[in-house]
Nanobody, 124 residues
Framework: QVQLVESGGGLVQAGGSLRLSCAAS????????MGWFRQAPGKEREFVAV????????YYADSVKGRFTISRDNAKNMVYLLMNSLKPEDTAVYYC?????????????????WGQGIQVTVSS
């Protein structure tokens, strides 16, 4: 079982940047595709970004493409989400997730383990 803990969230002004971190424990994440999802108030959880086991082929939701960058450090058992040019509509609880699939899924139902989530608030 993989335990995931997010950090790095907070309040930032529009146009600013934040870097979210996801620390994994109990198992190495090198066997998992890793993704980030978010859920805004009153909305369903949505896909943000995913990266495959080796750190290649990052894939992004259209809404964050060009602004967010997902990366991972398997040696440190860490996953990151660098968020630049933040907008008020990026305000949400952000979740880190691990998928044991052989590909990098965008569907939340393909993920096996989830973090508790962390709040990101972007003020206008």
């Amino acid at each position: 079982q993989v335990q995931l803990v997010e950090s790095g969230g907070g309040l930032v002004q529009a146009g600013g940047s934040l870097r979210l971190s996801c620390a994994a424990s109990r198992q190495a994440i090198s066997s998992y595709a890793m993704g980030w999802f978010r859920q805004a108030p009153g909305k369903e959880r949505e896909f943000v970004a995913v990266i495959n086991r080796s750190g290649g082929n990052p894939y992004y939701a259209d809404s964050v493409k060009g602004r967010f960058t997902i990366s991972r450090d398997n040696a440190k058992n860490m996953v990151y989400l660098l968020m630049n040019s933040l907008k008020p509509e990026d305000t949400a609880v952000y979740y880190c997730a691990a998928a044991s699939t052989g590909w990098a899924p965008v569907d939340e139902y393909e993920y096996n383990y989830w973090g508790q989530g962390i709040q990101v608030t972007v003020s206008s």
